[in-house]
């Protein structure tokens, strides 16, 4: 694997590193050892996947609060999505930035999304599917989000927003703690 830190502190993009030979390719998503080496956690509770019929769909931006912090491994399986990161850690040199990266099918590159931030996607294919691994169990009582569309971040969506949940509709503008 491939591990490129982006601008905010802490995400990181993944590559493959595939062997190649007549049959097609071989290649290690998942390493314990090689996450750790990169000082990434490497605690995996829970994997889910999520389904979007349609482009245009956006999920997000959903993080927990302790003690249910949790860092997530995001991968698009089939189709593509624009991934966004919003770094909510007060401490973090990057607070309120925002990174966009497109994860495809294609390329299957993944996104590391550390505890304290904020993460989302906007389909850009019909069909898509995205895989994630998370470091803890999903609790409804520490699950929060923030709005798409807050001007406090300023995200640049590269399409329009066709299909949101209620649920990520009605999540308020971020307030500093």
Not at 47 to 68: D, E, F, M, N
């Amino acid at each position: 694997m491939t591990f490129h830190e982006t601008k905010l502190s802490g995400v990181f993009e993944i590559g493959l590193d595939p062997n190649h030979d007549k049959r097609g390719f071989f290649a290690r998503s998942w390493c314990q050892k090689e996450f750790q080496n990169h000082g990434l956690s490497s605690k995996i509770v829970q994997c889910s996947v999520s389904l979007s019929l349609l482009k245009g769909t956006l999920r997000g931006l959903h993080y927990q609060v302790a003690p249910y912090l949790e860092t997530k491994v995001v991968r698009c399986t089939k189709g593509a999505i624009y991934d966004v990161v919003v770094d909510l850690r007060l401490e973090s040199e990057t607070f309120r930035d925002w990174l966009g990266v497109v994860l495809t099918a294609a390329d299957r590159n993944m996104l590391y999304v550390p505890e304290g931030c904020a993460h989302g996607f906007l389909t850009l294919e019909d069909e898509t599917e995205v895989f994630y691994q998370m470091s803890e169990f999903y609790d409804p009582e520490s699950a929060r989000g923030v709005r798409w569309d807050d001007p406090a971040f300023q995200i640049a969506w590269p399409g329009l927003v066709r299909v949101i949940s209620d649920r990520d509709q009605s999540y308020p503008n971020f307030v500093e703690m």
